[in-house]
């Protein structure tokens, strides 16, 4: 399953997985109570992160021009990519 | 010639070889028309050039199945060659020896060379496409400051999502300046920590228009991009080789803002209902293992009564039998019989005691949820007064409706006045 293993800053995407997965698990039907127990506050925890994720949300725009853009620090002159 | 009385009557040869002379005198040219009725035939490939007045040409055949990019019906080209006249037949043809394709034609004939490029270094691979974050931290745009395109996202990214997070670059969208700014926002934009997702969105325009998208170093940047790159250049049918190197294409800048944010509204009822089925699960486990708990304490003490009594009327019938000889060993039994009972009732209360701790843990969860705690911490829950429905949102209140506002203390009855 994919666990609540993602100790360092989960994504949101991971988050709301593993969500997903929790409920799924739960609702299949087979889990004892001790299970339940330990899915529930899992759930919870993934429940927190996607809520903590999206109140940090904030509607904003920055806009600049092309000319503003700082130039390349140091980077390689034009057509370095693949070939 | 020859003369006729006073007359001077000339052979048509001697005609067409004046006229031909005449043809000689004039140097290869370059001219730039439309090819029409194309059709090779022996060795020559036989068109007309037309564009305003026409004329016949021909080419070789050999020469012309070489070319890289061939004219079809109605192709601008530019076509350089020597104006013959040719004799036989007294018409004037052009002998085309270089044949270009022009305007539009040149222009799809060099993104087709830049596309097979592309392919050739398999940067249009799907293998390549990468997946979008489903909740970007902070969005790239990189468009015109003015155009239709800017409005059109920005409006439906809000709409859908309304804290979204962008940094707009503005750059020109069309003409020579455009290429080399367009591939600035893009690496500026990539190295930026927070941007998560790249938009590069244009409305339609002519293929020249959109010239600036099919250009190499755009292509390039995109494809060396680490943000995945969505790209929403021109309408449905002009499809731009920046649209195919990009991670995700949608047709329009609208469509773009659908594929880099998700739906508030739906993904706070996503949140809502996960949790109201994790809770479910839970109370639905807890009255499974209760009820299992309490069958299993009955068939427990069925089973050690029954044990019990086994256990005495053995020793009765043994008694019984055996009364004279094992009289004295009959009188240790019914102690053994009642260590036994109090070993499995201590063992059968334990497994309850343990269970009895998870049923517990289950309904302290449970509470936490319970929507009398939120009204403990202060809150309120407006009900409807008759039916006693949650009245979550002001607009679903009717004026005069009676309303029952549960607190911490007591219910208050109100009523809407609008």
Known sequence: ?83 | MKHVGRRAVWSLPEVTAAISRRFGDIPPVWVEAEVQNLRPAGGQVYFTLAGGDAMDASMNRIVYDRLEAKPGEGTLVQAYGRVEFWRQRSQVRMRVERLELAGEGLLRAQVEALRRLLTSEGLLAPARKRPLPVLPARIGLVTSGQGAAREDFLRALWSRFPAADVLLVDVPVQGEAAPAAVVRAVRHLDLHPEIEVIVVARGGGSLEDLMAFNSEAVCLAIAAARTPVVSAVGHERDVTLCDEVADVRVSTPTAAAAAVVPDAAALDRHLAQAGDRLSRQLAQARRVASERLAARAGALGQALRSRGVRAADRVDATHRRLAPALARLARGAPPRVEALGTALARAARARSVDAGRRLERADSLLALLSPDRTVARGYAIVRDAGSDRVIGAAASARPGQKLSIQMRDDRLPVEVRR
Not at chain 1, 43 to 67: F, K, N, P, Y
Request: aromatic residues 4%; contains cysteine.
């Open chain 1, 1 to 83: 399953m994919s666990g609540g293993g993602e100790e360092v800053r989960p994504t949101f995407e991971g988050a709301l997985a593993a969500l997903d997965e929790v409920v799924r698990r739960l609702e299949s039907g087979d889990v004892g109570l001790e299970e339940a127990v330990a899915l529930f506050e899992e759930g919870q925890r993934h429940l927190a992160v996607c809520r903590e994720r999206l109140a940090a949300a904030e509607r904003r725009i920055e806009e600049l021009t092309a000319d503003e853009l700082p130039r390349d620090p140091g980077a390689p002159p034009e057509a370095q990519p693949p070939f």
